[in-house]
């Protein structure tokens, strides 16, 4: 089996859970070399917010589950964020069953349309905000509460395109991580880096040693998220 892994698996299938931005990025270049790799092996995925993807992975539904956690909080598959929290709001899982593999740091941007100026949080307290997913928009309203005030999230989608449509036509302000705009950037917003906001994206599976299929996509996706943002989303500043 080991030798497989180098020259090619015989066959085989592994299944993934991803978040949409991470399937808009690193995931398919991880699943082509992946094919290219092991031809024999079927690989499936689908799209899934953490909170989803983690149920799909406990109930034995996939084999891999992508997740992300923003400082101080857990992902929705119980991997620590970046103070330490150890596991999520929901049902109580158990945690020692499940392994939780880093795959990369993505900074954190405030969104605005082009020309506007202002590059903190409260610079456009006063604006309409753009709310994302529910767990980005649970993010948003504690760094704008750490900033000193409440958000007025006039709009909400977990849609990265239609939230820089939003912000473009001047209808509010946003934050979005660096995966959504490396993914897709409209040319009328601008992004300022938000610092403290590093979100992290982990690979969880089961804590026994995987399969031969699950490793060898573990391998493609360390591969694949580590060259993420080698070509940074334009005019991107820290």
């Known amino acids: 089996e080991e030798l497989a892994l180098h020259t090619g698996l015989r066959a085989g299938r592994v299944r993934l859970a991803a978040f949409p931005s991470a399937l808009g ?52 598959t119980g991997a620590p964020g970046a103070a330490g929290a150890s ?19 993505e900074p954190t941007y405030l969104v605005t349309p082009a020309g506007l100026t202002g590059d903190t949080l409260r610079d456009h307290a006063d604006r309409p905000w753009i709310g994302g997913c529910e767990r980005c928009r649970t993010n948003l309203v504690r760094a704008c509460a750490d900033a000193g005030f409440t958000p007025d999230l006039a709009y909400t989608t977990d849609d990265y395109v239609a939230v820089q ?32 906001q590093d979100r992290h994206v982990t690979a969880t599976l089961y804590a026994t040693p995987p399969d031969p299929p699950t490793a060898a996509l573990l391998t493609h996706l360390r591969a694949a998220a580590g060259a993420a943002f080698d070509v940074p989303a334009a005019d991107t500043r820290s």
Do not use: C, I, K, N
């Open 165 to 196: 449509a939003l912000v473009a036509v001047g209808l509010g302000v946003t934050t979005l991580p660096g995966l959504a705009l490396a993914a897709h950037r409209h040319p009328g917003v601008r992004t300022v880096r938000l610092p403290g």
């Open 87 to 105: 596991r999520p709001a929901g049902p109580p899982a158990d945690d020692d069953s499940l392994r939780h593999e880093p795959l990369l740091t």
């Open 25 to 76: 990025t690193f995931v398919p270049q991880a699943a082509a070399a992946f094919a290219a790799d092991h031809p024999a092996v079927e690989l499936r995925f689908t799209a899934a917010e953490p909170p989803d993807a983690a149920r799909l992975l406990r109930a034995g539904e996939v084999e891999v589950a992508l997740g992300f956690s923003y400082p101080g909080r857990p992902d929705a």
